[in-house]
């Protein structure tokens, strides 16, 4: 849930309130592509054992793509998770990962075109932005809702953490 909203240009300072999450993860780098491989590793599990389906809980049918647990920067290692946002933890599914993510403040940029590329070239552009951001680097996400299967008119929405 936002809690409130300025605009800036074509992106959005928010206050975002936490959540609970429910999906699959991996560890990786942005160095050498090696992202571009295990993110897409993680999209293809999540879509070949139709996790959408069972996971319990949710509170909407949008998929949420996270980067945290950042070892440094985004030249560093960090976890990418790909789940849902639900309403309890309590029944995890074996082989599923639950966490919690506390609210903070975030800068909003939308990625749009064909996917993955619009994705790749807005991430270009947010590295590019890293000092003049303040990023916290405690957790980023994208949302994937029904904006997202539009072919190359596709829109994702990317939350940056801030300070």
Same mark, same amino acid.
């Given at each position: 849930m936002i809690i409130f909203k300025i605009s800036i240009n074509d992106s959005f300072m928010i206050q975002q309130k936490g959540f609970k999450f429910i999906g699959i993860s991996t560890e990786t780098s942005n160095q050498?592509?090696?992202a571009s491989s295990a993110i897409g590793?993680?999209?293809g599990q999540f879509?070949?054992?139709?996790? =959408?389906?069972?996971?319990?809980?949710q509170l909407?049918?949008?998929?949420?793509?996270?980067y945290t647990d950042y070892e440094s920067d985004y030249t560093g290692r960090y976890t990418c998770? =790909?789940?849902?946002?639900?309403n309890s933890l309590e029944k995890v599914p074996e082989g599923l990962i639950g966490r919690e993510f506390e609210g903070g403040n975030y800068q909003t940029f939308l990625a749009k075109g064909d996917l993955p590329q619009a994705i790749i070239d807005t991430w270009q552009n947010i590295w590019q932005q890293d000092e003049t951001l303040n /990023?916290?680097?405690?957790?980023?996400?994208?949302i994937y809702d029904h /904006?997202? /299967?539009r072919g190359d008119e596709s829109e994702v929405s990317i939350f940056i953490?801030?300070?």
């Open positions: 050498n592509e090696e590793a993680l999209w879509i070949s054992e139709d996790l =959408l389906s069972k996971i319990p809980n909407d049918p949008n998929i949420v793509c996270i998770l =790909l789940g849902l946002k639900v /990023r916290s680097y405690t957790y980023d996400y994208e /904006r997202s /299967r953490a801030t300070n």
